[in-house]
């Protein structure tokens, strides 16, 4: 997990606001993204998904906002708790190629208590 | 969590040798992936199987081989491993084709090839 990059952008949040972790994808025709979570020497573990058919999808304090416009992404994570201190990535994955998936760098959460 | 299990966790050799990774599922799931992860590069698909003894290559397959003998079962082969696949390798697996279904992954295993 902690060598998901040499110079992951951080994004630090003080315990109990509202976290915004924002991804970009390149490929127009990609139908199908997932968020992942990531700490330190575990493998990514699956949050959310969304299908290209969809603009928004929400969990459990989390949501994801999808805009294919300008192929962005956004996961939002309400009341942030130390818990979710993790490097935070984005995968979108195109179903007309086979088995084509691209995966984020991430973003590195750091929760303030 | 899903339970795969990667082995060995950690490993250190050196270059020429062959080494040979293991992914172990318990989910009775259809796909199985190799992946590595490096810094500076997301997760990038190495070889990935949609049945037993039905393999496929990934994104950068070279040096690399796997087999899968049983369902529960992905091996992972470096033929002669080269400093260049120094790496932190995840196994994941899913139900349905990934573009469907989302993978869940192992723990990893860190290698270093000196």
């Known amino acids: 997990g902690e060598s998901v990059g040499l110079h992951l952008p951080t994004l630090s949040v003080q315990e109990g606001d509202n976290s915004i972790i924002n991804c970009a994808y390149s490929?127009?025709?990609?139908?199908?993204f997932i968020w992942y979570k990531q700490e330190s020497g575990k493998g990514p573990q699956f949050i959310i998904d969304?299908?290209?058919?969809?603009d928004k999808r929400q969990g459990q304090r989390v949501t994801v906002l999808l805009n294919k416009t300008v192929k962005h992404l956004s996961l939002q994570i309400a009341a942030t708790q130390p818990g979710d201190s993790a490097v935070y990535f984005c995968?979108?994955?195109?179903?007309?190629?086979?088995?084509?998936?691209?995966f984020g760098t991430g973003t590195k959460l750091q929760v303030i208590p | 969590d899903a339970g795969i299990t990667q082995s060995p966790r950690h490993k250190v050799t050196e270059t020429g040798t062959p080494v040979t990774l293991r992914c172990h599922q318990t989910e009775n799931h259809r796909y199985m992936y190799w992946y590595r992860q490096d810094p500076g590069h997301g997760l990038r698909l190495i070889h990935y199987s949609y049945g037993v003894k039905d393999t496929d290559k990934g994104e950068v397959s070279d040096g690399y081989s796997v087999s899968r003998s049983k369902t529960e079962d992905f091996l992972l082969t470096l033929e002669s491993a080269t400093s260049s696949q120094t790496s932190v390798y995840f196994c994941a697996i899913s139900d349905g084709d990934m573009s469907n279904q989302p993978q869940h992954f192992g723990d990893g295993t860190r290698l270093s090839i000196l």
């Open positions: 995968a979108d994955y195109y179903s007309g190629g086979y088995q084509k998936v691209t």
């Open positions: 490929n127009s025709a990609s139908d199908y």
């Open positions: 969304i299908r290209s058919n969809m």
